[in-house]
């Protein structure tokens, strides 16, 4: 094992690579139900699974309560060992550089006719493209939004922002900023609710999803020794209890009406999977995968639905479904290979030397 694997975290590898394939699932599910196909595996998965579970049709929002988990998880380990800004700085160069480039991708294929947006939009300028890329369209009369899934990328961020200006309470009393995220959830819960202000009501949004970062960082900290069971226990009550209130709200979680059950199925799993390490959960194609699951949470949207929009007519679902899942891994692994990579290795190389720190952060929707 090298130093880099040491203290590396495969279950949540393996959890990764789950949560992208219910992405992917979901979505694709979505494309057939709105355009009023039927999908053999959708039926079937809402009998067998969504039905019994009384979980969110086609399975909404299961992946990306898992994302959100493990983000908090991952991110509130590495940030134990790193600098805020340090911190700061190498989550950007993660995010930014694959957001700024899909939505760019995504813009052109809006104007070229290939895709629509949330908005309905059919052309969009330069303007859009700026708003989109850097989330502030999410603050905007109307709403810029090119890339529909950014919206989790708007709250991982703020929790980035969070954990890098709390880095060195984090370490010296671990508890303490997700006591103080509690009580700031709470207020943008209160302010955000009713709003018939854009960006105030935005808030809200943030506020309602943030617990479950937070209970992924609790989790975090107590797999570490960092906080005692009991006292990561209750704060990370608190904290389900404060989503629980903002689904109640019910102006902020639109994907269903399952969120609470489901994001408590989510807490179990993650806990259960938290220290796996078998053949599979170690295995190159787990690892690999892992590593190249936010090139798939950014850019199924843009293969999938193009390629179905314009081959379903003409060969039909399964086969236009088969072509569209080739070019979503061909895409991803260009992306990854050829783009994540070398953005990767170039701002580590300006970094100054330190000893090696990376244990299992290197993938997720963020």
């Known amino acids: 094992m090298n130093g880099a694997d040491r203290g590396r975290m495969y279950g949540l590898d393996l959890l990764r690579v789950l ?37 969110n049709p086609r399975l909404s929002f299961v992946g990306v309560a898992a994302f959100f988990l493990i983000s908090g998880l991952v991110i509130t380990h590495v940030a134990g060992r790193e600098s805020g800004p340090l911190f700061l700085r190498r989550r950007a160069s ?80 671990p508890w303490m900023p997700f006591a103080i995220a ?44 960092k906080v005692h069971p009991g006292a990561g226990t209750a704060l990370g009550a608190v904290h389900f209890m404060l989503f629980v209130w903002a689904d109640r709200i019910g102006e902020h979680l639109h994907t269903g009406d399952a969120h609470p059950r489901l994001v408590a199925l989510m807490i179990t799993i993650v806990v259960l999977v938290l220290g796996v390490r078998d053949r599979l959960s170690t295995s190159p194609v787990i690892k690999g995968w892992a590593r190249r699951t936010y090139a798939i949470y950014l850019l199924h949207p843009l293969c999938l639905y193009p390629v179905l929009d314009q081959l379903v007519p003409v060969i039909g679902t399964e086969a236009a479904l088969v072509i ?13 290979r ?25 993938s997720g929707p963020g």
């Open 94 to 173: 993660r995010i930014l550089p694959l957001l700024f480039a899909t939505t760019f991708a995504v813009w052109c294929l809006i104007n070229l006719g290939l895709y629509v947006p949330e908005s309905g939009q059919d052309s969009v300028n330069l303007a859009d493209l700026i708003l989109a890329a850097t989330l502030f369209g999410f603050f905007t009369t109307p709403e810029v939004v090119l890339l529909g899934l950014a919206w989790t990328l708007l709250i991982q961020v703020v929790f980035y922002l969070y954990i890098g200006v709390t880095a060195t309470l984090l370490r010296t009393h």
């Open 338 to 362: 050829w783009f994540e990579v070398p953005v990767d290795r170039w701002v580590r190389a300006r970094e100054k030397p330190r000893a090696p720190d990376r244990a299992g952060a290197g």
């Open 182 to 225: 509690a009580a700031i959830t709470t207020a943008g819960l209160s302010l955000g609710t009713g709003s018939e202000d854009v960006a105030v009501h935005r808030l809200g949004l943030i506020a309602a999803y943030l617990p479950i970062l937070c209970i992924g960082a609790l989790i975090a900290l107590v797999h570490q020794g």
């Open 324 to 336: 569209a899942l080739v070019v979503l891994v061909a895409v991803v692994e260009a992306a990854h």
């Open 19 to 55: 949560a992208s394939l219910v992405v992917v699932y979901t979505h694709s599910a979505n494309w057939f139900a709105t355009r009023g196909h039927d999908w053999w595996l959708s039926t079937g998965v809402d009998r067998y699974v969504t039905a019994p579970l009384n979980l």
